[in-house]
């Protein structure tokens, strides 16, 4: 049996993944702070899927928490086959009106923990001749929406120079680009979703499904939908000061401070 990691495991699309990747019969290590709910995870997953879910409580803005997973994903006695670096969260506000600290717990979340989790899980899968690797990107790396989208462009950025430095070594990088998906995201974050059409709303199984079909067809960046892939090909076209106006407004619309 094979086994995954999957960072914010608990809620939304790692949740969506947790569900599926146990369907499909692979153990699971279960990352994110509140321990209380991935244990709960865990036994809901094992009692359904007959797997072995694993629980690994680490705050991935903290050096101490990173830590403990890129020591999991060394652990050469127990491999893991597939990463999915998903946890990850929005800053209530604008540039500006977000503090520094969080700016930096962003980038330390959403690049340095995806950079050095990456690197951990890729020696060993390197030295084994596979394995693979998710990171969740976003849309918005593609689109001027703050630290959160530029954080997101290092995401996709960075999959595509690892994916190609390790090609032909039978290690598998994907960067996934979700739209907009019904998650805990935007609550936690503090932003009204009602300036957000229905039409522009994913679901995050379908999701996931479609993420894995392209990582087992060996897509390096993955924008799973064909509406935002329409989307995303307009962005192409379109001029950069048009497109400023428009995307850095939907989806941020924050509540009361
Ligand atoms: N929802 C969207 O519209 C959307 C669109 C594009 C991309 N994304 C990206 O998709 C990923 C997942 O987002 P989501 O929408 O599923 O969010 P979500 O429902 O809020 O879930 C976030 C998960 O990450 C964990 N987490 C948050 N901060 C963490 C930290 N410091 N250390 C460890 N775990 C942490 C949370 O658990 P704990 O709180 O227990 O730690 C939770 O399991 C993110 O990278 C996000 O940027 C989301």
Not at 56 to 84: P, Y
Not at 131 to 143: P, R
Not at 213 to 238: E, F
Request: hydrophobic residues 45%.
């Amino acid at each position: 049996m094979t086994t995954a990691l999957i960072t914010g495991s608990t809620a939304g699309i790692g949740a969506a993944f947790a569900r599926r990747l146990a369907a499909d019969g692979r153990n699971l290590v279960l990352v994110a702070r509140d321990t209380e709910r991935l244990r709960e995870q865990a036994t809901e997953l094992h009692d359904r899927h007959g797997i072995e879910a694993e629980v690994l409580t680490a705050d991935l803005a903290t050096d101490g928490g990173i830590e403990s997973v890129e020591k999991r994903l060394a652990d050469r006695k127990h491999q893991v086959d597939l990463l999915v670096n998903n946890a990850g969260f929005g800053n209530k506000g604008r540039f500006l009106e977000v503090s520094m600290a969080d700016e930096l717990t962003m980038l330390k979340v959403h690049c340095e923990a995806v950079l050095r989790l990456t690197s951990a899980a890729v020696t060993g899968m390197r030295a084994r001749g596979r394995g693979g690797v998710v990171n969740v990107a976003s849309v918005a790396a593609f689109l001027p929406r703050g630290t959160y989208g530029a954080s997101k462009s290092w995401v996709v950025q960075f999959t595509q120079g690892a994916a190609r430095d390790l090609a032909g070594t039978g290690v598998r990088l994907m960067a996934l680009c979700p739209g907009f998906v019904r998650t805990e995201f935007h609550e936690r974050a503090g932003m009204g979703t009602d300036n957000i059409p229905d039409w522009m709303w994913l679901d995050a199984d379908k999701l996931v499904a479609a993420a894995l079909t392209d990582l087992a067809r060996g897509k390096v960046v993955s924008v799973p939908d064909p509406r935002y892939k329409a989307l995303m090909g307009a962005v192409k076209l379109a001029p950069r000061g048009l497109l400023g106006g428009i995307t850095s407004k939907t989806g941020r619309k924050y509540g009361p401070r």
